[in-house]
């Protein structure tokens, strides 16, 4: 527990690399400050699962490209290090006073192939994304070139967000998709006293052709539906192009979208 935290261009996050759970990342403090593509992570490089991301802050603000996130570490996609990482992720929790993200920053819950993503749960009396930041729940494709053995129907994490005012500008979003055969894309649930989406920001959960069906010339490939979209608020505006969306690219089927206001 601590009064302020403060990372410039620097990471704290929990890890495993064997058969054991990673360890959870708790954090406690009354003012957390992300700047410079710094961190706050719990990853999974093998076949265990990666702890829970358990963040209570009185505000918090992620700028420059930094992010909270757990399951897969994309950046080692880049590198020459093999990614072996089919361990299902754990869940992001965050209760702020006040949640801002900026600058290209972004709170994800992802893992590779037929390894789930976790959930992404979200109260602050305000939240605020601009300048493409993002929150989402995605299952990344890189090993897998058949899915024919997979038999029972799964779903990616969802993201649940309880808040006074929700605001997304400058092409922001939340976002839940499956690139994975019979995998269900998360759900979004929104309870907000507002909601505002500004100039072409979203909300969407959709289903995404595998990368591997044109490669590999597979056909048949019975995809997962997009996730139900649910918006329960006193006072919703969209404006500039944004968009509230559940669609399928895929043979999947699109997902419901509810809205209350």
């Known amino acids: 527990q601590s009064d302020f935290i403060s990372l410039d261009d620097a990471n704290i996050f929990s890890s495993t690399s064997n058969q054991s759970k990673a360890g959870d990342l708790i954090i406690d403090t009354f003012g ?26 009185g505000q918090a603000v992620l700028a420059e490209k930094s992010f909270i996130a757990n399951g897969l570490n994309k950046e080692i996609l880049d590198s020459d290090t093999d990614p ?32 789930l993503s976790g959930d992404v749960s979200i109260t602050s009396d305000e939240i605020k994304l601009a300048g493409r930041s993002f929150i989402s729940t995605e299952s990344v494709p890189l090993y897998q070139s058949d899915f024919s053995n997979r038999t029972e129907v799964d779903q990616s994490g969802s993201v649940s967000i309880k808040t006074k005012s929700l605001d997304l500008s400058d092409s922001s979003y939340v976002k839940t998709t499956t690139v994975i ?26 289903t995404e052709p595998n990368k591997f069906e044109p490669e590999q010339d597979l056909t048949g490939l019975d995809y997962g539906k997009a996730g139900r979209l649910e918006i329960k608020t006193g006072f919703l505006k969209i404006a500039d192009q944004s968009k509230i969306s559940s669609d399928s690219f895929t043979s999947g089927d699109g997902g419901d979208v509810v809205v209350t206001a």
């Open 181 to 206: 055969p019979k995998r269900n894309a998360g759900d979004i649930t929104i309870e907000a006293d507002s909601v505002s989406l500004n100039g072409r920001s979203s909300m969407l959960s959709n």
């Open 32 to 57: 957390l400050s992300l700047n410079n593509a710094s961190t706050l992570a719990s990853f999974s490089y093998s076949q265990a699962k990666s702890g829970d991301v358990t963040i209570d802050a």
């Open 84 to 115: 072996f990482a089919l361990g299902d992720a754990g869940d992001i929790s965050i209760n702020a006073g006040s949640l801002r993200l900026e600058g290209g920053s972004f709170i994800r819950n992802a893992q590779l192939d037929t390894a």
